[in-house]
């Protein structure tokens, strides 16, 4: 069995997971057992990850939405009376779920009429280099050029696969240091203004 195979049956399997999970989360009345299923399905969005060599990503998945989101949902939770019993069906539960199977098959139809391309089909060496191999920089008329490299040694660089989290982390605290932050303090609002709401309901 070869490796390809293997990461292939494995994507199919997380993503039949993480529909099926994603299905249950929707439909549970039970709303502990739903934030549960919640983060089975970020967990699984994290295999997905992996399995893309987005390392990073995976890690970042993990630790915030399954360590950090999901145990406020389930901080959130212990908030509501009716937790068995859950909250009634909302009467838009039909035209969601009609938006929600026409953007699926949507999707769909787009996955299948474009041309995706993989790494089989790159036959340059020095780009193949520079994505999961060794390579080094050149300058040529102005230009920086990537040579494929045999060996890592002074001078040579990992491919973008192999040592991405160093050049994403040095991204978010140098080129977009000011978004991260932003986005750290919506987030930071959305938590207050949340417990706010739900204190006052309890006042009620």
């Known amino acids: 069995m070869s490796g390809n195979f293997f990461i292939d049956i494995t994507f199919w399997v997380v993503s039949f997971l993480i529909i099926l999970g994603s299905f249950y989360v929707v439909t549970a009345r039970n709303i502990f057992r739903g934030a549960i299923g919640l983060s089975f399905v970020f967990i699984c969005v994290a295999i997905i990850f992996f399995l893309l060599n987005a390392e990073f990503l995976g890690v970042v998945q993990i630790l915030v939405y399954v360590g950090a989101v999901s145990v406020l949902i389930a901080f959130a939770v212990m908030f509501i009376k009716d937790v068995v019993d859950g909250s009634k ?3 838009y539960r039909l035209l969601s779920a009609f938006l929600c199977s026409f953007l699926f098959f949507v999707l769909i139809f787009i996955s299948q009429v474009t041309e ?5 089909s790159i036959e340059n060496e020095d780009a193949l280099a520079g994505l999961e191999g060794f390579y080094f920089e050149e300058s040529e008329s102005g230009s920086i050029l990537i040579k494929k490299a045999e060996v890592l040694s002074d001078g040579v660089n990992k491919g973008v696969f192999i040592n991405s989290t160093l050049s994403i982390g040095s991204s978010l605290i140098s080129n977009f240091l000011i978004p991260l932050q932003v986005i750290g303090f919506i987030l930071i ?3 207050i203004g949340s417990l706010t709401i739900i204190r006052q309901r309890r006042k009620q």
């Open 89 to 91: 069906y909302s009467k």
């Open 116 to 120: 995706w391309n993989s790494m089989d």
């Open 189 to 191: 609002s959305a938590l």
